[in-house]
């Protein structure tokens, strides 16, 4: 197993991608502790992965708020005695055309994405920095193609980026490796916008060259795992596309 004996935290762990990393880093041996604002999803994933004899521990936190960083980085070091990956997955964000953005949207996308981004990594440094460890961070094709309506989330996900790159500069002499995902992913919230616009859903498929929406368990997942285990050891501020081929980084 490829995280055995490690200790991950994942933000947005009870949903969607999160939800995934969640149970393939189980899987693959490593305890974690997922962070959601959903008690229900939450305790039910604790459960699940309990039963199937894996290890994780769930945290209601709003990591919109500065001083969740440091509560969540205590849970975990209190929980399984240290912390060696990182992922930072959870972000909200609302869309609107660029003329209709209110400074409400861009604090949104910017307090649950690149704030508590930014502030999970200051606080598990010390940690990160003892165990040699990985830092994963979510982007998107949004900010890399500025796609429309996505303003605040492209800005906040490219910042995610740029921040990133930064760290994997400063901390690489520390052994801490620092890489970014962008995935394309059938999320409940995608998965919603297919039903309801059947035929953009169709359009935005046929540019995939691989001619599907990735599967956030099956596909996503195992890219943040490769990231986070010693398969990656040599990689540090690297964005990787898991988009089924939409985007070729040069």
């Not at 008690?39 to 459960?47: I, P, S, T, V, Y």
């Not at 969740?68 to 964000?93: C, P, T």
């Not at 992913?185 to 039903?195: L, P, R």
Request: hydrophobic share 45%; glycine share 10%.
């Amino acid at each position: 197993m490829r995280l055995e004996g490690k200790v991950a935290i994942v933000t947005g762990g009870a949903g969607g991608i999160g939800r995934a990393i969640t149970r393939v880093f189980t899987r693959e041996g490593a305890k974690v502790l997922f962070v959601d604002i959903s008690d229900e999803n939450g305790h039910a994933l604790e459960r699940e992965i309990a039963d199937a004899g894996g290890t994780a521990k769930f945290l209601n936190a709003d990591i919109s708020k500065q001083e969740a960083a440091e509560a969540i980085r205590d849970a975990a070091v209190a929980a399984f005695g240290r912390i060696d990956v990182l992922v930072n997955n959870a972000h909200a964000s609302r869309q609107a055309p660029l003329l209709e953005h209110t400074q409400e949207m861009f604090d949104i996308s910017f307090g649950t994405g690149f704030y508590p981004t930014v502030h999970l990594m200051q606080a598990c440094y010390p940690q990160l920095k003892e165990s040699q460890g990985s830092i994963v961070n979510f982007a998107s094709s949004s900010g890399l193609e500025g796609m429309p309506t996505q303003a605040s989330y492209a800005a906040a996900k490219e910042a995610i980026r740029g921040v990133s790159r930064v760290a994997a500069n400063e901390w690489a002499a520390d052994g801490i490796r620092v890489n970014v995902l962008c995935p394309f992913a059938a999320t409940e919230g995608v998965v919603a916008w297919q039903k309801a616009f059947p035929e953009r859903a169709a359009a935005s498929i046929a540019k995939v060259p691989l001619q599907r929406i990735g599967d956030p368990e099956t596909d996503i997942a195992p890219v943040a795992l490769f990231l986070a285990s010693d398969d990656s050891k040599y990689m540090t501020g690297q964005t990787l596309m898991a988009d089924g081929g939409s985007l070729k980084l040069r």
